[in-house]
């Protein structure tokens, strides 16, 4: 159980566990409708600190609207997300886009969503793979945050290169 001034989470499953961060899907026991969540609990301290500045200081995620804020639970920096139903993209795409026009619209819809987001690309890079991108039946893209936060702790690729190589395997694979 995680308890703040707002909710009281409820560890519904574990979805990545590693020393630098770990993801859950929970939910809030104080919502009559049992809404859920995606939290990703930060357990490294100078990861934690690096992104509580970029929060506070730059805004990260303020023009999200799956981000639902920010709170320190016993030692832990927790960033809280809606919590969508999963829908890989990977397995969903040959149902639901069929056609070449359907493709080429679903690309411009994900380089679109990247834009909405304003994150920058370390961030980006670690939404761009195969288990944070969903796909609705109606075409719609949304990422479900599963993220491993390993990669902004061990490598410091701020490169906007990154971000463009894999958007560019995406498109590939469609």
Partial sequence: MIYTADYTLEIRRVVLENEVNTVYICSDKRSL???LYTCICVSQMHLQK???AEVMQGGLFKNN???KGHFIYEGT???LFTYQKEQLMQTYMDLYIDTFKKKKLLCKKLVGLCQTLE???RWLSLLLKPNCMNLN???S???NY???LRPLVYKNNTSETLVFKLLGEQILVF
């Fill in 33 to 35: 409708d049992r809404v």
């Fill in 77 to 79: 920096l927790n960033l």
């Fill in 141 to 143: 893209i949304y990422f």
């Fill in 119 to 121: 994150i920058d690309g």
């Fill in 65 to 67: 609207r799956d981000y």
């Fill in 50 to 52: 690096r992104i509580l």
């Fill in 146 to 148: 599963f993220v491993d």
């Fill in 137 to 139: 039946k109606d075409g």
